[in-house]
C-alpha cells in the first residue's frame, strides 16, 4: 500500500510551490524516481519550460519515461546518472533544484548536494523534502514512521533540509504530518 496521497504528497506540492515557479523556467529534479514530480513541475513551467529528471536507477527511469510518453510532454526529459557525479548532459544552469525524499536515501548525499548546487543560476531556488521522525505528541507515531523509512531506504536521522537551511540566507522550514515530512526552501548561495 502505498502512502502517498495521505502521507507523502503534502510534502511534494509544498517543496514544489516552494519554488516559485514561473512559466519559462528550468527545473531539475534530482532523484526523480518514478516521476510522481513531473506532472507538477511541467504544469508549473508550462511548455515553454523544462524539466530533466536525474535518477541513478534505470528502472526508475523507465516509469518516469511511461509517464512523459504517456502525456506526450516534449520539453521533459530525464537523465541516467547519479547526483554525486553530476553527468556532463545536464547542460545549462537551472532556474530551480528540488531533492524530494532523496537526500535520505543517496550513500553519498553530500556530495550530490554540493554538485547540484553548482547546476542552479545564482539566485536561483532550491528545495529539499524529507523525512523525519514525528515529535511532540507524535511521537507514539515515530515506530511507525521509522517502518515506513526503512521500507524506503531512507534515513530520518540525517535531516538533509539543514543543508539548505545553514547555506541560505533567506531560507525557510515547514513540517508536516507530526515532523515525519519536512519542507525547506531558499535561494542559491551562489546568488
Known sequence: MSLERPVYRVGREAGIAALGLR????VLDVGCGTGL?????????GP?????GLDASSAMLRQAHVRIRRHRWTN??????DAAETPPTIGEPFDALLFTYTLSVMD?????WSRSLALVRPGGRIAVVDLGLPTGRWRLLAPLAWLACQAGGADPYRRPWQALT??????????FRAGHVHVA???SPCG
Do not use: F
Open 23 to 26: 512559466t519559462g523556467d528550468r
Open 37 to 45: 514530480n513531473l506532472p507538477l513541475l511541467r504544469a508549473a513551467v
Open 48 to 52: 515553454s519550460g523544462a524539466v530533466v
Open 76 to 81: 521533459v526529459t530525464t537523465v541516467l546518472g
Open 108 to 112: 553519498r548525499w553530500r556530495q550530490a
Open 166 to 175: 545553514r547555506t541560505t540566507a533567506d531560507g525557510s522550514h515547514e513540517v
Open 185 to 187: 526552501a531558499g535561494s
